[in-house]
């Protein structure tokens, strides 16, 4: 029901106080109407409350694989490089003190 049929209506119920059945038919329209509009606006919340803790939860296992993930990577880079060896005077120059 748009605003303009509600209105009509209620403007129905107002020119028409002094006849029963139009003032009782069209109340039990807007009754029927404000009903189907809780039940809506109920669910509608509902869904959003299920959307809300399921995202929260998918947000909770992201964030838990993203640490292991990123605990793998540093456990991994946590090993040592092997150490470089220093060249002795020998290994760098022959016996008339050239280059090798």
Known sequence: MTPEEFKE???RILA????QAT???TLAELIEHNTTLAAESKKAVETAEKMTK???????ANLDLF????TEKKE???IPPEEDEKPS????FDEDGELK
Do not use: A, S
Request: glycine share 4%.
């Open 54 to 60: 399921d995202n929260e939860t998918l947000r909770q």
């Open 16 to 19: 028409n106080l002094d006849n």
């Open 9 to 11: 209506l209620t403007e």
């Open 76 to 78: 991994k880079k946590e």
């Open 23 to 25: 003032v009782t038919t």
């Open 67 to 70: 640490l292991k993930v990123g």
């Open 89 to 92: 005077f020998d290994d760098l």
